[in-house]
């Protein structure tokens, strides 16, 4: 935003060249509408409407389609491209695609907070025979999924509108990846982020399964949720995303297989499937450590 200020000079404005200084402003203010307020970014709320939890909006701004939450303003639950559904915009989505290479060929997998359906999507387009649970407590974010994002069930993928935690509990099968993305406008909800929700996530992982953890914005936090997430899963690795909103954590009751394998396999897997990005250079970043910095 640019603010005029007349306190910002020193000039006389009772009269300058003959002109009144009211036309002088005007004539200011136009220039910078001209230069500035023309902008062909302009966002359009394509889909706007309070649910029992929170208030879900899909906005259009150029060649992006964003679901968020609360108001226009706030942070992206989930982004995808309108003119090429192939690419993955959002960082943290490319980071958490890794989980499928942490565990040896998944068959089913739980996702727990659909969003846009950016991270189910991505799964069914390179692993077509993987079965799919994604949990949603909200049918709205359902509503607002399938109508914008393109999100579609079928027989090997199953939209769950539930509270996650206690789906967990309750459900029989158990899962090779699981990925837990269930931020909020509030935050992450403790039933979703404590000691006895990781408990039961546990009993429903596989031997060699991974489960896949996104902390947004938790700088302070972080620590607490490493600390809760690795006592059930003493195998834990991390990718924080470029913009340093997003640390993306990986966990394992079994041994997560070497660096040098790992980059080895998302090479060759990347060769075959034709990803819209560099898959083997996330591998590269990733933490065994899983230290916080700070």
């Known amino acids: 935003m640019i603010v005029l200020e007349e306190s910002t000079t020193n000039m006389d404005f009772h009269l300058i060249g003959g002109r009144h200084p009211n036309m002088i402003r005007i004539v200011i203010l136009f220039v910078v509408f001209a230069l500035f307020g023309c902008d062909d970014s302009q966002s359009e709320i394509r889909f706007d409407k309070q649910s029992e939890y929170e208030r879900i909006l899909v906005i259009d701004k150029n060649d992006r389609r964003y679901l968020r939450f609360g108001n226009p303003n706030s942070a992206n639950e989930s982004v995808i491209s309108l003119s090429d559904p192939r690419t993955v915009p959002a960082e943290y989505i490319r980071i958490a695609a890794l989980g499928a290479m942490l565990t040896p ?6 996702m727990i907070g659909l ?36 999100v579609r069930e079928d027989e090997r993928f199953k939209i769950h509108v539930a509270d996650g935690a206690i789906f967990v509990r309750e459900t029989q099968s158990i899962y ?25 996530v546990k009993t429903k992982t596989s031997p060699e399964g991974v489960v896949v953890l ?23 690795a991390c990718v924080r995303s470029s913009d340093d909103l997003n640390l993306v954590l990986f966990g394992k009751t079994s ?3 070497a ?3 790992l980059i080895a396999a998302t090479r060759g897997f ?22 916080v910095s700070g």
Request: with cysteine; hydrophobic share 40%.
């Open 105 to 110: 060929n998944p068959n089913r997998a739980l």
């Open 115 to 150: 969003g846009g359906g950016t991270y189910t999507t991505l799964l069914r387009r390179h692993f077509p025979n993987l079965h799919i649970d994604a949990v949603e407590i909200d049918p709205v974010v359902v509503e607002a999924a399938k109508t914008f994002f393109g």
């Open 176 to 200: 090779d990846l699981v990925f837990i993305d269930a931020y909020s406008g509030e935050g992450i909800p403790q039933a979703l982020s404590g000691p006895s929700f990781f408990d039961a």
């Open 214 to 236: 996104n902390l947004f914005n938790q700088h302070g936090k972080e620590q607490s949720f490493i600390q809760v997430f690795r006592t059930r899963f003493p195998h834990t």
């Open 255 to 257: 041994d997560m297989p």
């Open 259 to 261: 660096h040098a394998d």
């Open 270 to 291: 990347s060769a075959v499937a034709d990803l819209s990005f560099d898959l083997e250079k996330i591998a590269k970043k990733l933490g065994m450590e899983c230290r």
